[in-house]
């Protein structure tokens, strides 16, 4: 039986950076070549970088997507590679959305005609070029904004004997889709190209549904995946490759760059454009081929967020961070994740504290700073705070009170925290968790103002778990702890009034966060949770702060993506909108 030895190149890739991630794919199939690899796969989209967005329609952008592809490395010495690009001019459907393309009011007719496609490059030039057939358009994808679907002839090239079905995320998916397609033209192995955001569960369902259609299919399927973080989205990589059983026995890891090189072995097929390799056909000795072991469900979650944080920092310019430092548990995970992100020296913290904030905030968050070797300031907000309130009284004709006094607190700090961004160059972190937002437990201008929300998408409970998780991996490298256990052991509190605590507005979070992921992410309606047995007036009061909120959540700066439905790209919500779910 032939073998094909494939490296699945697990890059991460900047969008718009098409010189920076050129360079990228040309020094990964450069490691390649030094491993004797045949051919190379590269993410979907790995040349302009996923998800692409309006540049699409930016003028000039797809002719300089195209200069890339003809400029890219055609060495004898290197490879054939799959890159992920745009094509123009071939066959494609008629629209994105299956109205008439002479329809004249189909807005799209004066819109690029592009596909979504990987482009096969030897030393001879471009040899071939697959487009993507299914165009996902739910959750986080708005593919049929942008792209035509492809149509016509398949994509098969032979490498060393193996018909090699080149397929680009999307289009596995389907049981009797291009997978199926390619395997009845001939195809004896397929590779399919990805930039798959992670969701808590979407490493395992990768596995499972691959490992379904190798078996249906009967031929092995490689995967890569994109990895790195894109705005709200991360992609967490873990490339693998499962056999025609559907066992998974090549995998890379979570949350890096990797080359992945495998030696798969595929029955002999004759179909394909033939592509010549620079490496050795015949090998004495196969490869052993990495298996990484997958990371737990909050080791993974929390790689994630520093994936994603640090990528945001990195690709945007920013060479620093200042966080607001309460000593609560919010402010504590968001620093220790910030700076395994950037490292201590990139971020600075600042303790706030108004005549209600507690001694122990004060030493809790001193305490974390230490711990984690980052410089702490303090700025008293209570002479801004009693300017504010006397102006307020002035301009109201009475003593303000109640939640007009409180976030007067929060919004004095926000109003500092963008004074020293802006005197400084360093982006604000903000603190608030998936619970807050979705119940409006926030306040606009003030502990919402920022330009990044590291754990915008991780519900309270969450928190605690992956503080836990750092100060154990701590622990188990011998490091001290960096989260104080008084941070973990205490009442939450906004502490805008004397003696306050989150559970005398909200219920306790064990009980409102399996609530909310119902509500919010599984989209079970009111009389369905009054069915599964919550109560009613909980209910009714959970689901009406949910609806009301959505005009706060619009506002809020950018986050870390985590779960299967995060507020942003996945759930939008009119914010004027009269239908109410509450329970009948």
């Not at 056909?281 to 990484?292: G, S, T, Y």
């Amino acid at each position: 039986m032939p073998t094909l030895r494939l490296a699945l190149a697990q890059m991460n890739a900047t969008v718009g950076d098409l010189e920076g991630n050129a360079a990228t794919i040309t020094r990964l199939r450069t490691q390649a070549a030094s491993l004797g690899a045949d051919l190379v796969a590269t993410p979907e989209l790995s040349l302009l970088g996923y998800p692409p967005e309006d540049l699409l329609l930016k003028e000039g952008f797809i002719a300089a997507t195209q200069r890339s592809v003809t400029g890219l490395d055609r060495s004898n010495s290197l490879p054939p590679v799959l890159v992920g690009t745009v094509a123009e001019g071939l066959d494609l459907a008629p629209s994105g959305d299956s109205r008439d393309n002479d329809d004249p009011f189909d807005r799209r007719r004066d819109r690029p005609r592009i596909a979504n496609a990987v482009v096969v490059l030897d030393s001879t030039g471009v040899v071939a070029t697959a487009t993507k057939r299914l165009l996902p358009n739910y959750d986080v994808f708005d593919e049929r904004r942008y792209f035509m679907p492809g149509i016509g002839p398949h994509t098969i090239v032979n490498v060393n004997g193996i018909a090699v079905g080149v397929l680009i995320c999307e289009d596995v998916w389907m049981s009797n889709g291009p997978a199926a397609a390619l395997v009845a033209e001939g195809a004896t192995l397929l590779v399919v190209t990805n930039a798959s955001p992670y969701a808590r569960g979407r490493r395992n369902e990768r596995e499972a549904m691959l490992a379904e259609r190798a078996r249906q299919l009967n031929v092995p399927i490689a995967y890569v995946n994109m990895v790195g973080g894109q705005d709200e989205l991360v992609f967490d990589g873990q490339s693998f490759v499962v056999n025609a059983d559907g066992e998974v026995f090549a995998r890379a890891g979570a949350f890096r760059e990797e080359l992945l090189v495998v030696d798969i072995e595929a029955t002999a097929g004759a179909a394909g454009v033939a592509i010549a390799s620079s490496a050795r056909a015949n090998r004495d000795e196969l490869l052993v081929p990495r298996l990484a072991d997958p990371p737990s469900d909050v080791a993974e979650v929390y790689d994630a967020l520093v994936t994603g944080t640090r990528d945001y920092l990195r690709k945007n310019g920013f060479r620093s961070a200042v966080i607001a430092l309460s000593g609560g548990v919010d402010s504590s995970l968001v620093a220790a994740i910030a700076v395994d992100a950037v490292g201590s020296s990139a971020v600075k913290g600042y303790a706030l504290p108004s005549r209600y904030s507690s001694e122990h905030s004060l030493s809790d968050a001193q305490e974390l700073a230490e711990r984690l070797d980052v410089e702490i300031r303090t700025i008293p907000i209570d002479p801004a705070h009693l300017a504010l309130e006397a102006m307020m009284n002035g301009a109201v004709d009475h003593e303000i009170v109640g939640l007009t006094e409180e976030n007067l607190q929060s919004r004095i700090r926000g109003v500092l925290m963008m004074g020293i961004s802006n005197d400084s160059g360093a982006i604000v972190l903000t603190t608030g968790n998936k619970s807050e937002m979705a119940v409006g437990y926030t306040t606009l201008y003030g502990d919402s103002a920022g330009g990044f929300a590291v754990i915008k998408d991780v519900p309270k409970t969450l928190v605690y778990e992956l503080c836990h998780y750092r100060n154990d991996l701590a622990l188990e490298l011998g490091d001290l702890a960096p989260i104080p256990q008084n941070v973990l052991t205490k009442a939450p509190s906004a502490e805008l009034r004397p003696g306050q605590r989150d559970d005398q507005s909200l219920p306790p979070y064990d009980e409102l966060d399996p609530l909310l992921e119902l509500y919010v992410e599984q989209d079970v309606t009111a009389d369905q949770l009054l069915e599964r047995g919550y109560d009613r007036a909980l209910v009714e009061r959970i689901t009406k702060l949910v609806d009301f909120a959505e005009y706060k959540r619009r506002q809020m700066p950018p986050g870390v993506r985590i779960s299967a439905k995060a507020f942003g790209r996945d759930r939008r919500m009119p914010i004027t909108n009269a239908f109410r779910t509450g329970a009948k």
